[in-house]
């Protein structure tokens, strides 16, 4: 069969995340492994209000009511802004792929932090870029190394997820995010700052974005609607420096029309009404009780075979392990026996095969069946190492 | 300030659609510009059965049960699917962009018919396509030079609307759909059919998809619920040949992870219920009336200065002009007088000046606008043709 298809073809290759997925979906399978928000926690969709106004085409760049609440969010959070410039998207995933198609062509070098969020890899792979890693601290990435990169490698844009980082839970500090803010606009390189953890908050820390401090570098700010209220709607938005909006606003034309009305006109209501507050105020003493769960059996259980520090906000744990094992095989073993995790290897923008690691959420599973998985994780953990031990891989990194 | 974007924005033209849609929405305008359904023909939206298990993250193919349905769908009109191939797109639209992302690399040829579907053309072109043209007839594109286009091209793939054809409104005969698929088949060209309109007809006539006809090449079919139900809930559908599928799920998973689950959820238990072939009755005995309504007011107004014929189904008349009017001056004069239509020149793959032309929607206004529209039509037009004699352009084509 004859089948000319794209390049681009070529560098799409299976997820991984979709994969196990489908997997820990099996009845009986304890997962770590999703960023899945508990359902019982999601609000009551009432769309009783807003079904007939729904049902016509709607503006590409979305419901105006809902852009004027999103414009306020931000504002308060100290990004200035106006619904002017936001576009409301088919769920964070679409902002991540349009600025893939606005800005990256066969071989476009993009730095980004490292590990970092698999989906935006995928999704820029897709589209031809070069990865260059930027290494994470405990306070964020280092302004000196990313001057150094920007400078050798001349990036398209850095693309940042500054608050409760996936994978690492990592939050940058306030130092770190006005000093990346002033290598940006000193070398005038567009910042794509991803933020779809900053309302789960489970420890005083700094969450201004970083774009709020930037003067002249060109920026996109991507925000989301999933972790906190309803995923299957697939809302999110992003808001850019004036001179980046229209062709946003033209790609997402191209791409979808526009996101679904139904979504964003019960959003608009829900974030205006009193509940929302009380709502995100459930929704993080919940959480902050599975992320102390999980803490807890941790130390228990993963003291010295791995090292971690408690996220302040987010899903994720992020643990590295002090010995070299196969995670892969690791995650295989552990599905047989009902529990599941992400292997780390994927999030690194540039093979890093130095440090083990794992991603574990907390925020769908039950205390109860934290500390179960998380036994048994050990367990299984421990007999992996112990295999190890016999029969020793030959040390790549 | 320095900013290097991808080489697909110096592709990305604004939209005439886009800009005028926003035009005709002005209060008093009687738009024929659009592709609108009448929102007072629209199903009632009640999402109470269905809201609670929209809230998760979902399989990135779509809802199972409308995935079975949309299969059954396809089977019933010719086209032998299971739900395994269906995967549901966030609107037509989407899978427009996914073809454009599978198959097209900046060059690659892409044949269409002549005209075609504006928001096709400028989704392909973003990718960086090469269109050539197929010139269509009162029934379809002529199978021989079809076959002589993909010799002489080699089109990554033909991309073709056989059934109430936007703008031409062109339905083909089933002796051209069978020779096309020939064509096809023989030279192992894999086909994307777009079929929007299959389910709006008011007269009889030949609609199996020319998909079903095919034995060896590789195909795409896109469908949609815009036109027959809601399109504020974007939910189209596409099904293809095996070997594609794996493809455009990755692909749907990297630009949106799923579509809304909401409006998937509503659409399976309204396909489903016995309202549903009411609904389409209802909805196709007031269109056709309205088609009636424009045919007559055209006959009275514009014979002798536009050819036309009165299309089987679909949303359009498309009327080519006797006269060399600029149809972009007519259309800033029509405005001016609250009247709004779809200048021809943007659907043509290949700029095409022998022939002004008008694209004119009968599905949105009713029976009364519709005669008033086309009166103060004719009189807009008239009067151009005044001036054209007094200041006749230089003929181009």
Redesign the interface.
Known sequence: ?????????ER?T??LI?DILQITQRPGVISFA?G??A?EL?P?????EC??E?????P?EGETTLRELIARGLSTLGLASTAEHVLV???S??GI?LVG?????EG?PVLLESPTYL?AL??FR??GSEFYGLPLYSNGIDPDELKAAIVCHRP?FVYLIPSFQNPSGCCYSDEVRRAVAAVLDET???LVEDDPYRDLVYAPCERTPVCAYLE?A?WVYLGSF?KIT??????GYLASSP??FP?FV??K???????????QNWLARFIASDTFEHHLAHMNHVYAERRNTMQAALQLRFEGIAEWRAPAGGLFFWLRLTRDIDTLALLKTALNHDVAFMPGEPFFPVPDLRYPSLRLNFSHATPEKIDRGIAMLSDVLSECIEQATLNPRIRVG
């Not at 729904?54 to 709607?58: E, I, K, L, N, P």
């Not at 309803?230 to 809302?235: D, M």
Request: glycine residues 6%; charged residues 20%; positive net charge.
């Open positions: 069969m004859k089948l000319t298809l794209s390049r681009r073809t799409l299976s997820s979709r999703g899945l928000p359902e999601m009551s969709l009432n769309f009783a079904a007939t729904s049902r016509q085409y709607g590409s998207t088919s769920g995933q679409q792929d198609k606005l800005f990256i062509d476009t989906a995928q999704c897709v589209y398209a005038e390189t567009p002249r060109p999933s309803a995923p299957g709607l697939r809302v001179a980046l062709w033209r790609l034309q191209s791409s979808d029309l526009h996101t679904s009305r139904i979504g």
